[in-house]
């Protein structure tokens, strides 16, 4: 995804078009999930993701491989709008996680259906307890689906950082659900 080459007959408008078109279908799913998970709203994930493609749109001239690779470069536009987001908001201690039993319940059986309903209910109420900081990087890994070499890169850590800092988190986050048995 570092080129963006199409074929030599289009002319330029309509080549910029077609590669804006692939990275919207490539990317959307994936920035949407990450948003969702740290604002907790359909509307506000589908008005961010929107502004983030737009700003993609805005500065893709502004891109350069040689800094960091699109992904990683996509998602810290991202970042960035969530972060703008929260600080209109001036409030920093909402995480998106409150409609993952749509993510993640596809059973049939009713029993499983609740059972699930309560795990996700534990698990939203131990990612409360997270800093602002773990919760990004939980929503990087989860929602967005980044490797921690390009979490590393957007959040300008080391790799090891982040694969400690992940534990970490996951650590608390289990003890966090124990605690509630």
Known sequence: MEQFALSNSLDK???KELDLTYIFETYYKRIYNYIYYRVNSNEEAEDLTSQVF???MLKIATYS???ANFE???FAIAR???NDHFRSLK???IFSIDKIKELISK???PEEIVLTAETNDKLLRALKVLKSKERNIVAFKFGGNLK???IAEILNLTESNVGVMLYRIIKKLKVEMEREV
């Open 13 to 15: 408008n309509q080549s």
């Open 148 to 150: 921690n070499k390009e």
């Open 107 to 109: 059973e049939n059986n």
């Open 91 to 93: 409030k920093h201690k």
């Open 80 to 82: 960035n709008v969530i």
């Open 65 to 67: 491989k040689d800094k």
């Open 72 to 74: 990683v470069w996509l």
């Open 54 to 56: 737009e700003k993609v």
